[in-house]
């Protein structure tokens, strides 16, 4: 049976040995130290796991540049987000090596190899595609600090998830589909709850592959929001009332969204390679926020991938026909007798603790988030 390959053809590992892990442990005083955020930390673990090949690190400036400007790394692969490190660099020279920190968890040792200045405007306007400060991620990239670290990490000890059993890394979920003799894999994205559309969606793609992963994002997200723990448990009773148990695996991508559209559809895409996908699907808005993106400009950017390297499933308008007695879509049908799935309406709805009716929501999925007390990020 022959396996998708990682992007760049190999998986990477940054997962110190036991004997340097232990000495840098007990020089760790020595060492120059960085404070790094939870999501940072997570990033700093999917390189490591390989989760992020072929990054061995935080973007140097070649890489960087071309990143924002040329939605690849230097070298010319699909690479479409920054994965940076930004820090004080008081005292921090290129050739030192540092460790980084969150809290007193000591998470991983940088060899740094190059210390340079940016452009946040510019960043936010490539990445994003506007410099609108409303936007959660052009916020963010306005609050790092000035310089950016690059250079090589090396994972010192991985932090602990309460969703442990669903933290698969990519040689696990590689060996796992294996084991299921899955030679075509359908990734699915989500940080949603989970209503008939996403069912239809997951479904329709499963028809024409060996297996489904549904891979919801576990991680830092704006405010209104759903909370990882009620994503989880919404996809657990979904999956244990209404799909074949030997053709899905849940598993998490434990990551802070990013909102950055188009661009984030395709490391999206890449991610799931890694973790073993052929295909991945790409509905409306993929990874949108408010109205900065055509509701399809996340499947039009994969025609500036051909060499990308897994195959975009790309899903348009779906939706609830009264005629034809079940969910649908506009190449298959004529009518206008149509419930379109409105996550602002099912929201509404939630917040005033009634439950979505059957044809926009499983029950089980409904009863998950109602006994949830309040299931959004505040």
């Known amino acids: 049976m022959t396996q998708i390959k990682p992007h ?9 040995a036991e004997q340097k892990r232990k000495k840098i442990i007990g020089q760790a005083s020595e060492y120059q130290s960085v404070p790094i955020s939870a999501d940072l930390m997570k990033d700093v673990e ?13 973007n140097c400036r070649e890489d960087f540049d071309s990143i924002l400007y040329n939605k690849r790394l230097s070298n010319g692969l699909p690479w479409t987000l920054p994965i940076v490190l930004d820090a004080d660099n008081d ?8 460790l980084l920190k969150n809290n ?36 963010k990239t306005y609050s790092m600090k000035d310089r950016l670290l690059g250079g090589k990490i090396s994972l010192i000890n991985e932090s602990e998830t309460p969703y442990y059993k669903y933290a698969m890394k990519p040689v696990e979920t590689r060996n796992l589909f294996k084991e299921k003799g899955w030679e075509k894999v359908v990734g699915f994205q989500t940080r949603n709850v989970a209503h008939l559309g996403h069912e239809y969606l997951q479904k329709s793609a499963l028809t024409m592959v060996d297996g489904l992963f549904i891979n919801p994002v576990i991680g830092k997200k704006k405010k209104g929001d759903f909370r990882d723990e009620v994503i989880l448990e919404s996809y657990e009773v979904l999956v244990d009332n209404y799909y074949p148990k030997d053709r899905v695996v849940l ?3 434990q990551t802070e969204m990013r909102y950055a559209g188009p661009r984030e559809a395709i490391f999206h895409a890449i991610v799931r390679k890694n973790y073993g996908c052929t295909h991945f699907i790409i509905g409306r808005d993929h990874a949108g926020v408010g109205s900065y993106y055509h509701p399809f400009a996340a499947q039009e950017i994969f025609k500036e991938f051909p060499d990308i390297g897994i195959e975009p499933m790309f899903f348009m308008s779906f939706f609830y026909c ?14 206008n007798d149509r419930i379109d799935f409105s996550g602002t309406k099912m929201r509404q709805m939630i917040e005033s603790g009634k ?22 990020v505040e």
């Open 355 to 376: 439950r979505p009716p059957a044809d926009s929501m499983r029950p089980e999925v409904a009863d998950v988030i109602l006994k949830s007390g309040n299931p959004f």
């Open 251 to 253: 598993g998490i991508f």
């Open 8 to 16: 760049g053809g190999k998986l990477i590992n940054r997962e110190l």
């Open 46 to 58: 999917n390189i490591a796991s390989g989760l992020f090949s072929p990054l061995e690190g935080f």
């Open 322 to 335: 009264n005629k034809c007695g079940g969910i649908t879509n506009d190449k298959v049908c004529p009518h």
């Open 104 to 139: 007193d968890h000591l998470v991983a040792v940088v060899a740094v190899e190059e210390i340079f200045s940016y452009d946040k405007r510019a960043y936010a306007e490539q990445v994003y595609g506007t410099n609108d400060a409303a936007h959660p991620g052009v916020a």
């Open 91 to 98: 005292g921090i020279k290129e050739g030192d090596e540092i």
